[in-house]
């Protein structure tokens, strides 16, 4: 569960400074699910950041998959 945590915000940022392309949501159960696109150390940066996440965060568990089709990816954004 991470609303009330900033998570979104907090891995919007965290993309951004590594110029990473993609998008964070929340999802129905109250997990939160992302894509990021960018140089792999990046997205692997980016990926450590989401295992600690924000000061309030606790994150449980953390799944990571591998996308094989290509995106038209611009900017990182929260969706809704």
């Known amino acids: 569960m991470v609303q009330g945590v ?36 990046d997205v692997n940066r980016a990926v450590e950041m989401c295992r600690r996440g924000p000061p309030a965060a606790a994150v449980d568990r953390l799944e990571v998959t591998r996308e094989s089709e290509a995106q038209a990816l611009f900017g990182f954004r929260i969706t809704y």
């Open 6 to 41: 900033g998570f979104r915000y907090f891995i919007r940022e965290v993309a951004e400074s590594s110029k990473l392309r993609g998008w964070v949501r929340n999802m129905a159960d109250g997990s939160v699910e992302a894509l990021f696109d960018g140089a792999e150390a």
